[in-house]
């Protein structure tokens, strides 16, 4: 049962606890209200988290609240709330808050538009929002006169009752917010909110520069994942919010083609940042110095993914590529079955057994190093991808400013519109896959990535899920 705090009254060091404890990015992906102060719960797993970035992981996750002891540096996420007897917030009280998050507006696309949702009939009585306008007969022709202005929004106005046709441009991403009404149908009763080819060049992957073009404080970053994971999906979307070059130390040129330009540049130069990396590095030494990529780095983040998942995503390249796919269950459990000791020829448990073991050594070298660490979920970002973008905005220190806002909502719109990085699923393989694992042994091995995180207070997986996707009949 879900209980609401009584909020306290006439109490200063609460007051406005919004506005100065979190980060105003947070506002894009949720409004956010203070709503008492609560004792630690004891089944609820505390992280060590900045309030924003807490926040925001929660959002992903679909909490409602989040508790947030500043003083200790600690926070945890649930979805009930007890109150405590006491309206001050005491050191060991957590301060709690209310997550209501919010729904970017998106409702469908087609062809040459893209049509975000309906127009909100309380935004037609804002003062100015439509001051200005012209006549046209078309959804297209309005798209392409905004477009012409070089303006990002499009509002297609039609009032049938006096036969009036209007059409009215917007210049900020921001706008959409305001301007489209989430609870509508696709017929709108007013009329009809677009994003045009103009706005989505802000966030366009030809437009990213170099990091030494960016501010001195966007930090030189590592991409460390075990492969399959979705690494080349979270390279888009970092790399059209935060508008510089995600590197690689692979130089895979077909990367590059697709928009990836960071991919063939030298990862050790300073002038690309979230620059992948599937290796470990067994030998690396703390306390030494030199140009290895653990060195170089001054920040990582990992991308974690359903182990199975990504086990089969990785498996399925290994032998047909980026983009291919296995042509039967036939093909599928020849390869499967293998007796090949070649690394990328074994059979599927084989490489299974290769993405734990080197998901382990991730973690030993990452932790060694003891540089600020960013953990991302592959599930997070498909259940809220905008709350995420802003995890990555943030821990790049890219989060100031209305630009970084209008940037990660481009971000998030133009990943609908084109995902060059996403491979199309035709045959489903799961079930059959998952008969080759040892169950007791994948059980564990998610609970021991799991307990690795939580030691570090950075994250923790979905693990009940995780472990329920092998037993999908």
């Known amino acids: 049962m879900k209980h609401q705090l009584a909020k306290p009254e006439n109490i200063k060091q609460t007051q406005n606890r919004e506005s100065s404890l979190f980060h105003d990015i947070l506002t894009l992906a949720a409004d956010v209200t203070f709503v008492g102060c609560s004792q630690p719960i004891g089944n609820k797993v505390t992280l060590r988290l900045e309030p924003t970035d807490c926040s925001l992981f929660c959002i992903g996750r679909g909490f409602q609240y989040v508790g947030v002891r500043e003083s200790a540096g600690e926070c945890f996420c649930t979805n009930e709330v007890t109150s405590s007897n006491s309206q001050t917030c005491s050191e060991t009280d957590f301060e709690m808050f209310s997550l209501e998050s919010r729904q970017v507006p998106f409702k469908t696309m087609g062809g040459a538009q893209f049509f975000v949702g309906c127009l909100n009939k309380d935004f037609i009585t804002h003062e100015g929002a ?5 006549a046209e007969t078309n959804v297209l ?40 009404d989430q609870s509508e149908t696709d017929t709108c009763s007013v009329g009809k909110v677009y994003i045009t080819e103009a706005g989505f060049s802000l966030c366009s992957t030809e437009r990213a520069v170099e990091r030494t073009d960016m501010p001195s404080n966007v930090p030189i970053v590592g991409l460390v994942t075990i492969p399959g994971s979705g690494t080349t999906w979270v390279r888009y979307l970092f790399q059209r919010a ?17 928009g990836l330009k960071g991919e063939v540049m030298p990862w050790n130069t300073g002038r690309v940042t979230f620059v992948k990396n599937h290796e470990g590095d067994e030998k690396f030494d703390p306390n030494g110095s030199g140009n290895t990529y653990y060195h170089f780095m001054e920040k990582f983040v990992i991308v974690i993914r359903n182990p199975f998942l990504s086990t089969l995503a990785e498996f399925n390249e290994r032998f047909n590529g980026h983009t291919g796919q296995f042509k039967s269950t036939a093909d599928f459990q020849r390869r499967a079955d293998s007796t090949s000791t070649s690394y990328r020829s074994v059979s599927f448990p084989k490489t299974f057994q290769q993405q734990i073991e080197r998901g382990l050594s991730h973690f030993r070298v990452l932790y060694a190093t003891n540089k600020p660490l960013l953990a991302v979920s ?5 259940q809220n991808k905008l709350s995420q973008i802003l995890r990555l905005l943030l821990f790049f220190n890219l989060h100031e400013g209305e630009e970084s806002k209008n940037r990660a909502i481009c971000s998030y719109y133009e990943d609908f519109r084109s ?15 998952a ?5 007791t042994y994948y ?3 998610v609970k021991l990535f799991d307990n690795l995180l939580k030691e570090k207070g950075i994250h923790f997986l979905r693990t009940e899920e995780y472990i329920a996707s092998i037993h999908k009949s």
Not at 143 to 156: E, G, P, R, Y
Not at 420 to 433: G, T, V, Y
């Open 443 to 445: 059980e564990n091995s």
């Open 130 to 134: 439509l001051s200005s306008s012209v």
């Open 378 to 382: 592959y599930e997070d970002i498909k």
């Open 141 to 180: 022709a309005c798209i392409a006169n905004c477009d012409a202005k070089l303006q990002t929004i499009a509002v297609f106005l039609e009032r049938s009752a006096k036969n009036v046709k209007n059409c009215f441009c917007f210049e900020k991403f921001l706008q959409v917010f305001d301007a489209v």
């Open 242 to 258: 935060a508008g510089v070059l995600s590197g690689s130390i692979y130089s895979d040129a077909s990367s590059a083609h697709k």
């Open 435 to 439: 008969s080759y694992l040892n169950e």
């Open 419 to 433: 995902a060059p990085a996403k491979r199309q699923k035709r045959l489903d393989l799961e079930a059959l896959a």
